[in-house]
Nanobody, 123 residues
Framework: QVQLVESGGGLVQAGDSLRLSCAAS????????ISWFRQAPGKEREFVAAISWSDILTFYSDSVLGRFAISRDNAKSAVYLQMNSLEPEDTAVYYC????????????????WGQGTQVTISS
């Protein structure tokens, strides 16, 4: 099992930027797809972005396309989410997750999850 730890969340104003980090450990990290999900109070956990092990394939939800960018550094066992032009609607707990099945938008596809990092955007 891959162990994941998120960091980089905080409180910022609309229009600002944040970069989230996901640090991975464990012998099964090689070959994994890493994704970011987010969950706001009273809402379902929703897909944000995914990146394949090869760093060739990336996927984004329609709501963040053009504003967020996912990247990874396999040598550092890390995945990042650069978030620009943040909006109040982006407020949520952000989680990173790992799967060996390839990129997926479904929560059930992921075996390993971090504990989450809070991102709050004020107007």
């Amino acid at each position: 099992q891959v162990q994941l730890v998120e960091s980089g969340g905080g409180l910022v104003q609309a229009g600002d930027s944040l970069r989230l980090s996901c640090a991975a450990s464990g012998r099964t990290f090689v070959g994994t797809t890493i994704s970011w999900f987010r969950q706001a109070p009273g809402k379902e956990r929703e897909f944000v972005a995914a990146i394949s092990w090869s760093d060739i394939l990336t996927f984004y939800s329609d709501s963040v396309l053009g504003r967020f960018a996912i990247s990874r550094d396999n040598a550092k066992s890390a995945v990042y989410l650069q978030m620009n032009s943040l909006e109040p609607e982006d407020t949520a707990v952000y989680y990173c997750a790992a799967t060996r099945r390839g990129p997926s938008r479904q929560v059930s596809s992921y075996d390993s999850w971090g504990q989450g990092t809070q991102v709050t955007i004020s107007s």
